[in-house]
């Protein structure tokens, strides 16, 4: 498969691993076991570990380790800050079912848009909305009923609701759909330097 993103080729190889990178921010357990179990009641045949994406998926016209040095550089000087996921959703688009997010999105707005550049650009095709994935691919015909049952247990679930973004993860798609995690960097180290 070959795909064309601001002039630039990427060859998707058939086996291994892509040409497809993000940059995520992991929910921290007790909330992942809750995300996570719940995305695989929704979509049983998922393999899920929670997370927000800061850089949703992407082609590297680059070495992945020169991005990396790129969200390095980022990532040391941004502040860690608190992420609040408050009401089930869905994209009308896609059908995807979601978790909206409240205190921290505006913050992970001015992130993206910081890391959006230089070797991590892309246009991405839709506007970047933070928020946690639930179930997506599904069946139209299920979108409501499995909306119905993801706004209820989310009612049910007393545990928290917000977590620290004090990590971000760089990940990489390998085949067969599988996410692997490249690096790791710990927001406002430079500021305790």
């Not at 850089?55 to 992945?64: G, I, K, Q, T």
Request: charged content about 20%; overall charge negative.
């Amino acid at each position: 498969m070959i795909f064309e993103t601001n002039g630039v080729s990427g060859q998707v190889v058939a086996e291994g691993s892509l040409n497809v990178f993000a940059l995520v921010i992991y929910v921290p357990s007790p909330l992942a076991t809750f995300l996570d179990d719940l995305r695989r009641e929704l979509v049983p045949h998922c393999n899920p570990r929670a997370h927000v994406s800061v850089l949703p998926p992407r082609p590297l016209a680059e070495d992945w380790t020169i991005a990396s040095a790129q969200v390095r550089s980022l990532m040391e000087a941004w502040s860690p800050f608190d992420i609040e996921l408050t009401d089930i959703r869905t994209f009308p688009a896609t059908d995807v079912i979601y978790l909206e997010l409240g205190d921290g999105s505006a913050e992970l707005h001015r992130l993206h848009d910081a890391m959006d550049k230089q070797s991590l650009a892309f246009r991405e095709p839709f506007a970047y909305h933070p928020h946690v994935t639930l179930a997506q691919e599904i069946p139209q015909p299920r979108v409501t009923s499995l909306f119905e049952m993801a706004a209820v247990r989310w009612k049910e679930y007393r545990g928290p609701r917000r977590f620290r973004a004090e990590r971000a993860v760089l990940v990489q798609n390998t085949v067969p759909d599988c996410w692997i995690d490249l690096a790791e960097y710990a927001l406002g180290v430079a500021a305790l330097k």
